[in-house]
């Protein structure tokens, strides 16, 4: 997981604040996934993009929460009007391809560790 | 919809002795992985499995995939202190243009000396 970069490593922010979380995937790679893990809970999925596209959005929450992975930089999860509820570990993973063919592996980064107060 | 469930949730053992996680998942997957989470830290991935009947092996842990049955094990072997975190395991599910791991719930493992 050495090459997915993920800042900020901590954030802070106020109810009502706008978070921003970065994900710069490994070299090569085009795929990232966003996951968001709960305290004392396991991962779970929020989405996935490829350069421009947002392919599977299933696992993220109808409001407040957006994300994007644009032609060039990287990708940005985006909470808005945070509350207390969304402080968790959010991590991104990087693939160079998906699918069942291709032996990809996914590689998580450090994660951002968000906090609400 | 891929489930995958975990067990035990919370296992406490001796140095020394012997265990296993369990891993069920509910649908058809051709790769499972196995993660080791330290608190505050990101994830650490331990294996990989492809096929039925992989086992892979690194020091006291030995990973399994049985597809028939939808199931892997994780064993550990005389335990020591250092393998204390929570496990994952994690299966990948693939449908229409989606590719995405589904995790298990984790099991807290903690070695008593």
């Known amino acids: 997981n050495a090459g997915v970069m993920q800042n900020p490593r901590h954030l802070v922010r106020r109810r009502g604040q706008e978070a921003r979380l970065r994900c710069s995937p490994m070299?090569?790679?085009?795929?990232v996934y966003w996951y968001r893990q709960l305290p004392e809970e396991g991962l779970k999925f929020m989405v996935y993009?490829?350069?421009?596209?947002?392919?599977?959005e299933s696992g993220m929450p109808k409001e407040r929460f957006s994300a994007e992975f644009p032609k060039e930089g990287p990708s940005i999860l985006r909470i808005q009007q945070v509350v207390r509820g969304d402080s968790a570990a959010y991590f991104c993973?990087?693939?160079?391809?998906?699918?069942?063919?291709?032996?990809?592996?996914?590689?998580f980064g450090e994660g951002s560790w968000l906090t609400v107060v | 919809e891929l489930k995958v469930e975990q067990n035990p949730l919370f296992l406490s053992m001796q140095e020394g002795k012997n265990y296993t996680i369990y891993c069920n998942y509910s649908?058809?997957?051709?790769?499972l992985y196995w993660y080791r989470q330290d608190p505050g830290k990101s994830l650490e991935s331990l294996f990989v499995?492809?096929?039925?009947?992989a086992v892979k092996q690194e020091g006291r842990l030995m990973a399994s995939l049985d597809t028939k049955a939808r199931l892997s094990t994780l064993h550990i072997t005389a335990a020591v202190h250092d393998l204390s975190a929570t496990y994952f395991c994690?299966?990948?599910?693939?449908?229409?243009?989606?590719?995405?791991?589904?995790f298990g719930t984790g099991t807290l493992l903690a070695v008593q000396p």
């Open positions: 499995l492809l096929s039925n009947g």
């Open positions: 993009l490829q350069k421009e596209n947002i392919i599977d």
């Open positions: 649908t058809t997957s051709d790769r």
């Open positions: 994690a299966v990948a599910h693939y449908g229409g243009a989606t590719n995405k791991l589904i």
């Open positions: 993973a990087s693939s160079r391809t998906p699918g069942q063919a291709s032996g990809n592996t996914i590689y």
């Open positions: 070299k090569g790679h085009s795929h």
